[in-house]
């Protein structure tokens, strides 16, 4: 069995029972998700694998050791860099981590967080023309502060925009979903 589908059946193992956010859609559409962008792009199969078990260490009981032993420290580094390292912060501070980490991400690291945040924000913009506005109620911060974030991650990316073009596909959906790059404050 190759990386990839060893990834898949992990990820669907980890996150089995979880749902999207106020949703009843499984989670593991999700990983999965961001994976196949990740394909689209002809990234490698280490950060196709990285793409689907993304949120197993921020989201479920898999651990950084478990990830080593059946995917490689390369795999297992690229789900840390994509990782919150410590829920116990607020937000704001997790936020403003993840922000500040892309100035010293490898390109790899860089395809997995971009392919995490633009199937995010693609499933936020279909939520909206399905609910509305009121999509904005389940996120523990509200527009302007998912504006604040999805904005901040794509101006720190745009370094790297001639290497991986998911990252000019995030813009523009940024841009669809907050009517603007602008941040709110």
């Not at 689209?40 to 032993?69: F, M, P, R, W």
């Not at 580094?77 to 919150?84: D, G, H, K, R, Y």
Request: contains cysteine; charged residues 25%.
């Amino acid at each position: 069995m190759n990386l990839i589908d060893q990834a898949i059946i992990f990820a669907a193992k980890a996150h089995m029972g979880q749902t999207r956010k106020s949703s009843d859609i499984p989670y593991i559409t999700h990983p999965f998700s961001v994976g196949m962008l990740l394909q689209k792009e002809n990234c490698s199969e280490q950060v196709i694998a990285a793409g689907i078990l993304h949120d197993t260490l921020e989201d479920t009981a898999a651990t950084y050791e478990q990830l080593k032993e059946h995917f490689g420290i390369r795999v297992a580094n690229l789900v840390l860099a994509a990782s919150e390292q410590d829920k116990s912060l607020s937000w704001e501070e997790r936020k403003k981590h993840t922000i500040d980490s892309l100035k010293d991400a490898a390109l790899e690291e860089i395809q997995v967080i971009t392919a995490d945040k633009l199937h995010n924000l693609l499933t936020i913009h279909f939520d909206l023309d399905t609910i509305g506005e009121a999509v904005w109620d389940r996120f523990k911060r509200g527009k302007t502060e998912q504006h604040w974030y999805y904005a901040s991650m794509v101006r720190e990316l745009m370094i790297h925009q001639n290497e991986f073009k998911l990252i000019l596909e995030l813009k523009k959906e940024v841009i669809k979903v907050f009517g603007s790059m602008d941040v709110p404050y």
